[in-house]
Structures are given as structure tokens and as C-alpha cells.
């Protein structure tokens, strides 16, 4: 049956609604970053390069185990979709515990990770404070990913304002306690970076408790509380879960490590620390905008997982494609802000001369991969949506890892492009990545049927 252009308005509306409030969670998760990165910018390029080398560090393994939670946006929007609501609650118990077993052995890397910078050439300056961020912030890590589980349930049944919410009232407090802890204010003892991190769990405890209460009071009001009618936990669930959220988590993974390697080899680029500098607030620029499609493919995962319950699925189409524009359109926005406006971008952060001669050829690249950039997030969450979560994680293998990250580095120290090499090989990745994955998310739209029946196996 075709669809009338009635119904391409009506769910593009719905989309949108439903978007804007996950696009805004994304941009107050980047924020915290941000935040940090801009409030330890008085104490030097050193200081920006600490954090810098802290967050790429801790949000390799934290994310993979935040990306082991993702299957519950095709278990739970799918069962939502089927108004299942009981399976809702399962689904989200069993994330739950599924972010609790992982939490110990996350922790336990990023410790002893903590005191491996200077294994790695970075000069003291930056590898010892680096190590004091990531030690504190691991603290933060159980909260972040009960927060992830919650949040994951609460986009799954279209409750996604609340997130918002959070995140807003998150980054509040972690600014105020940067002010505080950073510089010492109100009586407290000046902590410089690790006063940051500080902060940063602070916010992240906030998050956690916040969506949890939130979670208890909307089921309560429904006549479904959620602790009185709580699962324990049930391996088979959690099997499947973990098969659909590990590959997922291990596409974040790849994605993540690649730029979060690039970040670390940023550091043994000459001069020092300067192009870690130029290089960590030009990827803080690129990351904002990736919460936008970011933002788009957490949508279209519920809105493709809502229809696919249904079975509906020329509607699961229409919301792939439609988050599809959505998502490229504003990348292409973006793209021609870093291309007219590298200069006063870059002083948002700092005056350092040096940074400035460098950090605009590295925004006009970013500028190049916008649109890919957007491409592959939000297929990969369409994707996510019909229970197609390992051939993602491929893509970004073959894309990073075999392809554009070993260009990146040969152009960097063989050719010696330095920092702009690197961040060639990385354009280059993203553009083979997109093209994986919207051949792979036409060819999958155009049988939903088997795909969603196959995935369910």
C-alpha cells in the first residue's frame, strides 16, 4: 500500500516530538564534557589536556558497558509497540541487573588504567592529573549506567521529557561544583582537574536517582508500581539482552576507541601539548553535533521498534527514512558553521595563538564528515530497531580499525602530516562507514518481515 503524503506529515510530526527531547538529553550528556573542558580551561593547555585524556580513557570501557544496555530500545519499544506493558517492566529489570554485574569489572580496568598514561609517552605534566581525573570519575560509573538502563526504558514507552529534565538539571550542578571544586569557592579547597571529575559524579548520582524516582511514580500513577511487581533476574532474558546489546556495545566501542585513540596519540604530536589541545576542542565541536543524530537514532530505534511490535511495517519504514532526513539535514547545517566560523569557535575555548593557527584546518575537516557522520548514526539506530545490531558493529571495524584509523596514524607519524593525517584518516573512515550502512539500511527496510522475524531467533 502507498503511503499518502497525509501520513508522511503525520509521522514526521511524531518524530520530531518525539526527537527533539532525546536530540536535547544527547546535547546535556556532551555538555558535562564540555563543561568540564571549558572550566579547567583557566589552569592551562596542560589542564585541558588532562581532562582530555581522562574522559577518552573512561569512556571507552563505561561505554561499552552503557552500549551492553542498548538491546532494551528493541526489546522494550518492540513489547511497548505490542502494548505488553509487564514485559516492559521484565525488560527493565533485567538491565538493571545486567548494569550492576558489569559495573565491578569496568571499574576494575579503568583503576588500574589510571596509572598507565606515562607507559604511553605522555609527558608528566598531563599524564599525572589525567590519571587523578580518571581515578574519581570512576566513581561515577555505577550510577551512570543505572541511569543508562532507566533512560533506555523510559525512551522504550515514550517518556523522554523527563531525560531532558535530568540532563538539565545535571548540568546545573556540575557547573556550579566545578566553580566550586575547581577553583576552591565558597570555602572549599581548590582541586583543579580532580575537582572536575568530582563534580562530575556529583551530577551523575542526580541523574540516576532522579530517573529512578521518576520511573516509580509513572508506572505507580498507571496502577503497575514498578517494585511491587519487580522481576528477578531470569538468564534467559538476559541472554538475549546481552546478544543483542553486545554488538551494539561493541559498535560503541569501536567508534569510541578509534577517536578516543586518535585522542591519545594526540598527545605524542609535536608541539606538545598544543595539538592535543586544538585537536580535543575541535573533537568537543564535532562531538555537540553527533548528539544530534545521536539524539535522531535513539529515536528512530523506539519509533522503527514501535511500529515493528505493531507490525506495521511500512510505518517502520517511513520512520528509518524520516529520521534519516532529520538527522543529515542538521548535519548539514553544522557542516557550513565549522566552514564560515572556525575562529570564533576556537577562542570559545581559548586565546592561545598556537591553538588558534591550528584548530581551524582541523574544524574545516570536521566540517567534511558531517554529513556522513549523521548517515551512519542514524542507520545504525533504524537498524537497532528491527534487532540488527552486529552488522553496525562491522561496519565500524572495517572503518576504523582496518581502514581509516592505521591511514590516520601512517599519514600522522610515516608521512608526518601530524595532527591533520590523523584527522584525514578518520574523515575517510566515516565516509566508508555511512556508505556501509545505508546500503545495509535500504536493502533491510525493503524486508522487514524476515529481518525482524530472523532477529528474533
Given at each position: 500500500m502507498t503511503s499518502s503524503p497525509g501520513q508522511w506529515r503525520s509521522e514526521l510530526k511524531g518524530l520530531v516530538a518525539l526527537a527533539v527531547p532525546v536530540v536535547l538529553s544527547e546535547l546535556g550528556w556532551m555538555a558535562q564534557g564540555i563543561v568540564d573542558t571549558i572550566m579547567v580551561g583557566d589552569l592551562g593547555p596542560a589542564a585541558i589536556g588532562a581532562v582530555a585524556l581522562g574522559n577518552a580513557v573512561y569512556y571507552t570501557p563505561a561505554l561499552f558497558g552503557f552500549g551492553l544496555l542498548l538491546g532494551l530500545d528493541t526489546l522494550i519499544s518492540q513489547a511497548y509497540g505490542r502494548n505488553d506493558h509487564d514485559d516492559c517492566h521484565r525488560w527493565l529489570a533485567q538491565g538493571l541487573y545486567l548494569a550492576i554485574a558489569v559495573t565491578l569489572p569496568v571499574m576494575l580496568f579503568l583503576h588500574i588504567t589510571s596509572y598507565s598514561f606515562t607507559w604511553f609517552g605522555i609527558i608528566p605534566s598531563v599524564a599525572l592529573p589525567a590519571g587523578s581525573y580518571l581515578r574519581i570519575l570512576n566513581y561515577g560509573t555505577l550510577p551512570l549506567l543505572i541511569y543508562g538502563g532507566v533512560r533506555r526504558y523510559l525512551q522504550g514507552v515514550g517518556q523522554v521529557r523527563v531525560v531532558t529534565y535530568t540532563y538539565v538539571g545535571a548540568n546545573l550542578i556540575n557547573w556550579f561544583f566545578n566553580w566550586v571544586l575547581i577553583y576552591g569557592k565558597l570555602g572549599f579547597p581548590a582541586l583543579g582537574v580532580d575537582g572536575s571529575a568530582l563534580s562530575t559524579c556529583i551530577a551523575r548520582v542526580m541523574m540516576a536517582v532522579s530517573l529512578l524516582g521518576f520511573a516509580w511514580?509513572?508506572?505507580?500513577?498507571?496502577?503497575?508500581?514498578?517494585?511491587?511487581?519487580?522481576?528477578?533476574?531470569?538468564?534467559?532474558?538476559?541472554?538475549?539482552?546481552?546478544?543483542?546489546?553486545?554488538?551494539?556495545?561493541?559498535?560503541?566501542?569501536?567508534?569510541?576507541?578509534?577517536?578516543?585513540?586518535?585522542?591519545?596519540?594526540?598527545?605524542?604530536?609535536?608541539?606538545?601539548?598544543?595539538?592535543?589541545?586544538?585537536?580535543?576542542?575541535?573533537?568537543?565541536?564535532?562531538?555537540?553535533?553527533?548528539?544530534?543524530?545521536?539524539?535522531?537514532?535513539?529515536?528512530?530505534?523506539?519509533?522503527?521498534?514501535?511500529?515493528?511490535?505493531?507490525?506495521?511495517?511500512?510505518?517502520?519504514?517511513?520512520?528509518?527514512?524520516?529520521?534519516?532526513?532529520?538527522?543529515?539535514?542538521?548535519?548539514?547545517?553544522?557542516?557550513?558553521?565549522?566552514?564560515?566560523?572556525?575562529?570564533?569557535?576556537?577562542?570559545?575555548?581559548?586565546s592561545d595563538p598556537l591553538v588558534l593557527s591550528m584548530g581551524p584546518a582541523l574544524l574545516g575537516l570536521a566540517a567534511a564528515f558531517q554529513i556522513f557522520d549523521g548517515m551512519q548514526t542514524v542507520c545504525t539506530g533504524a537498524l537497532r530497531g528491527l534487532g540488527e545490531t552486529r552488522y553496525p558493529m562491522l561496519a565500524n571495524f572495517f572503518g576504523y580499525w582496518v581502514f581509516g584509523l592505521p591511514l590516520g596514524l601512517t599519514l600522522c607519524f610515516v608521512f608526518h602530516w601530524g595532527i591533520y593525517g590523523l584527522w584525514i584518516g578518520l574523515t575517510i573512515a566515516l565516509v566508508s562507514i555511512a556508505l556501509l550502512l545505508i546500503r545495509r539500511w535500504a536493502k533491510d527496510s525493503a524486508h522487514i518481515e524476515s529481518i525482524t522475524t530472523s532477529a528474533q531467533k
Open positions: 511514580n509513572y508506572e505507580r500513577k498507571r496502577g503497575h508500581p514498578l517494585f511491587h511487581h519487580w522481576a528477578g533476574p531470569q538468564l534467559g532474558r538476559i541472554r538475549l539482552l546481552v546478544k543483542l546489546g553486545l554488538p551494539a556495545a561493541g559498535q560503541m566501542l569501536l567508534e569510541v576507541g578509534a577517536w578516543n585513540l586518535a585522542t591519545v596519540a594526540a598527545g605524542w604530536v609535536p608541539p606538545v601539548p598544543i595539538a592535543l589541545a586544538a585537536h580535543q576542542i575541535v573533537l568537543n565541536y564535532a562531538s555537540v553535533t553527533y548528539m544530534v543524530p545521536l539524539g535522531v537514532s535513539s529515536s528512530a530505534a523506539v519509533a522503527v521498534g514501535h511500529a515493528t511490535g505493531a507490525g506495521d511495517h511500512a510505518r517502520a519504514r517511513r520512520a528509518g527514512w524520516l529520521s534519516l532526513l532529520l538527522g543529515v539535514g542538521f548535519m548539514v547545517i553544522a557542516g557550513l558553521a565549522f566552514f564560515l566560523f572556525p575562529i570564533p569557535l576556537i577562542k570559545l575555548y581559548t
